[in-house]
């Protein structure tokens, strides 16, 4: 889901052109605008080539690239130079060309386009021109950028030639307008070569700078600039399993802004202006309806809410300056479809007339926030917009971009770590603090009846249990279909498997109030009995784990940093209604553990009783990041981790008496797992 575009310049060494992805023949597509021609601006001084060692091989080798970004009082824009020698066939596709821009912050100028072969130069741009697209390439996707892309492709390119680009695009945020925020970054691994990396700036423009110590090569401090250069530079790679915040590597980022709580003074103004209502504004009498249906302000919010998130459509909309512009309430409510920027402008509007107090929010909603506490104030680090409302003393989140079932709620529903409250005081970046979920993000009930006889097929119901944004996944794609499409589906896919001889009925709904997805397939399949005589096993769904990885890191690899596992909480419960014609007693089960082994709890216990043998397998982030010395003990009690499946047995010469205290199981088909999953995990974390 994208709702901000990244402010971020890379120095891309893998892939050194951008190769275009635009039709052979783009004349139905192609726009009057053209790009311009002429020299390199004043403030740019073009590194001097590396030559190429006679034992160069692989794709390509990168005789220069230069990167250099500029801010004056207009703004800031981009200069890319290079010029690369091509020494492999696939090489030969850095010369499909694509330079992509705004048209709202310019026009880009490009300064060559040259074939260096031996000694010959041939200025590819004397007969061949940049053709000017609108490439619209995210419309699936609901996207609407504006963004123009000029393509040409490099003809009569060789194996050996030596390819020459320039040209400075204009880069500034036409609604930002001098005020700048960004990176440049030099990727971990590139290919060989020279890498020039730059800032600078005119008189009364320096902004805030700062570069990470991780290049290998000398930073250059100026009056005006900042300049990294590199030759060949070595392989950066994060420390194994550690933190996503240690992906922030080779950067330099520039900032304007003071600090996060001059972000949020200077965001809150555009949506506080897009909230704003004209006097006969149609939202005006929605506010109205609303207040008159409904007394408590939280379901007064989640009215309003629920109007914005299935009266207005979603098309991300990036057109003249809409990248962080919002467009206003009125104007999103007569077209009926917008961004998160006026959805959630719209939604502002009408809690504002309800008289509910409510903030946007910027969020990063890739996972990607890690680390934004040591990151200079950049709004491009934000890719979405939501609204943060006040509500009897609590702060509900209420997102205009997700399906009516995601309500008004104590918590987001993804995982932030950063996120920054847009105010008129301005304020400072919030930390989300994180903590073990509560209950399964993922439960899976399977229930085996196998009463028929141990030979017979058994009845089988499978319940699928998911919350969070996988529950949102699937509510969308499962509340579109009619109960008979949806049953054919799973007929159709399931039915003769190793599972299902017959799909008899599936049924989905979603629990609002458990924030759940619950998906039931119920039908008759076959029971994959281990067979020893008159002995019968089962290798119980859902009942193992696969051991953990070691936790350990290469000696050349930062050996401080923590480890990390991206947080899970997920439980399996399986019960075996016994046949009818055996003993209970000659019934038994494997191994029952409880331990915690690099911040994870791994649970499973068994019971038999009331003609049923039962399962639960729990497994829950306690510690997302664990120490080295941690992860070291772990190490040496990995070989102890026990990794089986979980077996039902049957053998009639042998019973199984059940050793005093051990938990109660519930089955499938008792209880209220929806509700209440405690089951799930030792008593001790219940």
Not at 326 to 342: E, F, H, I, L, V
């Amino acid at each position: 889901m994208r709702h901000f575009k990244t402010i971020l310049l890379a120095a891309a060494g893998a892939a050194v052109a951008l190769p275009a992805a635009a039709q052979d023949n783009p004349s139905s597509a192609q726009t009057q605008q053209q790009v311009a021609k002429g020299p390199p601006p004043a403030w740019v001084t073009p590194s001097e080539p590396l030559p190429v060692p006679p034992d160069a091989s692989g794709l390509a080798f990168v005789r220069l690239q230069d990167t250099v970004l500029h801010l004056d009082a207009h703004g800031q824009s981009t200069y890319v130079g290079q010029r690369v020698k091509l020494l492999h066939t696939q090489a030969l596709q850095l010369g499909n060309l694509a330079i992509a821009w705004n048209p709202a912050s310019g026009t880009p100028t490009i300064h060559a386009v040259k074939v260096h072969r031996g000694s010959e130069t041939i200025d590819v741009l004397a007969k061949t021109a940049f053709e000017v697209l609108r490439r619209e390439d995210q419309l699936e996707q609901a996207m609407l950028s504006g963004t123009l892309t000029a393509v040409l492709k490099v003809p009569d390119l060789r194996v050996g030639d030596e390819l020459e680009v320039a040209y400075t695009l204009p880069s500034s945020d036409p609604t930002l307008k001098n005020q700048n925020a960004g990176i440049l970054l030099l990727p971990g691994t590139t290919l060989p070569g020279r890498y020039h990396l730059g800032v600078s700036w005119e008189e009364g423009e320096e902004p805030r700078i700062n570069a990470t110590n991780d290049f290998g090569a000398e930073v250059v401090r100026s009056a005006h600039a900042i300049e990294i250069s590199a030759d060949n530079p070595a392989a950066l790679v994060p420390p194994k399993d550690a933190p996503p915040r240690y992906n922030w590597q080779r950067l330099i980022e520039y900032s304007d802004f003071v600090g996060w709580n001059a972000v949020s003074q200077r965001f809150v103004g555009l949506f506080t202006d897009a909230a704003k209502l004209a006097p006969d504004s149609p939202l005006k009498q929605e506010a109205a309806r609303i207040a008159a249906q409904q007394t408590d302000p939280l379901a007064r919010a989640q009215e309003a809410l629920a109007l914005v998130q299935q009266q207005v459509r979603y098309i991300y909309i990036g057109l003249d300056g809409g990248n962080f512009l919002p467009a206003s309430a009125d104007q999103t409510w007569q077209r009926r479809y917008g961004d998160c920027k006026a959805k959630t402008a719209l939604l502002l509007a009408l809690l504002g007339e309800l008289g509910i107090a409510a903030e946007p929010v910027l969020v990063q909603n890739s996972g990607a926030d890690d680390g934004f506490d040591a990151r200079l104030p950049n709004p491009g680090l934000f890719n979405h917009v939501l609204v943060r409302a006040t509500i009897g003393g609590k702060k509900y989140w209420l997102d205009g971009t997700l399906p009516v079932v995601a309500t008004a709620s104590l918590a987001p529903d993804f995982p932030y770590r950063w996120v920054l409250p847009l105010t008129a005081r301005g304020s400072a970046l919030e930390k989300i603090a994180w903590v073990p979920a509560k209950k399964p993000e993922e439960l899976n009930l399977y229930e085996i009846d196998a009463r028929d006889g141990i030979d017979a097929p058994a009845r089988i119901v499978t319940t699928s249990i998911k919350r969070g944004p996988d529950a949102l996944v699937q509510y969308a794609q499962f509340s579109a279909l009619t109960a008979d499409q949806l049953l054919q589906a799973f007929r159709n896919n399931l039915t003769g498997d190793s599972s299902w001889d017959s799909i008899d009925s599936v049924t989905y709904r979603f629990d609002r109030d458990e924030r759940a997805s619950v998906l039931e397939i119920a039908g008759i399949g076959p029971v994959d009995w281990d067979v020893d005589g008159a002995e019968r096993s089962l290798a119980l769904p859902g009942g193992g784990f696969s051991p953990p990885g070691r936790h350990q890191r290469a000696a050349d690899q930062d050996q401080t940093a923590p480890f990390y596992d991206s947080p899970s909480f997920t439980c399996y419960v399986t019960t075996l209604r016994l046949p009818k014609n055996t003993n209970p007693e000659n019934w038994r089960f494997n191994s029952m553990f409880d331990t915690s082994m690099y911040g994870h709890v791994y649970y499973r216990a068994f019971d038999r009783r009331d003609g049923s043998l039962r399962l639960v397998r729990g497994s829950r982030t306690e510690r997302p990041e664990i120490d080295p010395a941690l992860a070291e003990r772990d190490n040496a009690r990995l070989a102890r981790f026990d990794n089986s499946m979980a077996w039902a047995m049957y053998d009639p010469d042998q019973t199984m008496t059940l050793p005093p205290g051990l938990p109660k199981v519930a089955a499938t088909y008792e209880g209220d797992w929806l509700h209440s999953s405690e089951a799930c995990l030792p008593k001790d974390l219940r």
